[in-house]
Nanobody, 127 residues
Framework: QVRLVESGGGLVQAGGSLRLSCAASGRTFSSYAMGWFRQAPGTEREFVASISRSGGNTVYADSVKGRFTISRDNAKNTVYLQMNSLKPEDTAVYSC????????????????????WGQGTQVTVSS
């Protein structure tokens, strides 16, 4: 059972930046695609971004494209989410996730493609 621990959330003004990190336990990190989701109060969990096992391919939600960047460091078992030009509507709990299966030949972006989740980190963007 993998353990995913997010960090880096906080309170930031609109237009500011934050970098989230997610550290994964175990020795199979590089075998799985990884993703970030977010959930605001009263809403469903929303896909934000995902990245392939090697980091060479990424997928983004339209709402964050051009502002957020997902990356990973397989040597450190860590996936990152760099968030720039933050908006109040980005306020949510951000959770990282690991793909359901190893060696997927596509970059997943649906909730059902992911099988392990972190506890999340709160991001609050003030106007």
């Amino acid at each position: 059972q993998v353990r995913l621990v997010e960090s880096g959330g906080g309170l930031v003004q609109a237009g500011g930046s934050l970098r989230l990190s997610c550290a994964a336990s175990g020795r199979t990190f590089s075998s799985y695609a990884m993703g970030w989701f977010r959930q605001a109060p009263g809403t469903e969990r929303e896909f934000v971004a995902s990245i392939s096992r090697s980091g060479g391919n990424t997928v983004y939600a339209d709402s964050v494209k051009g502002r957020f960047t997902i990356s990973r460091d397989n040597a450190k078992n860590t996936v990152y989410l760099q968030m720039n030009s933050l908006k109040p509507e980005d306020t949510a709990v951000y959770s990282c996730s690991r793909a359901q299966f190893k060696y997927m030949d596509y970059v997943p972006s649906s909730y059902g493609d992911f099988g392990s989740w972190g506890q999340g980190t709160q991001v609050t963007v003030s106007s």
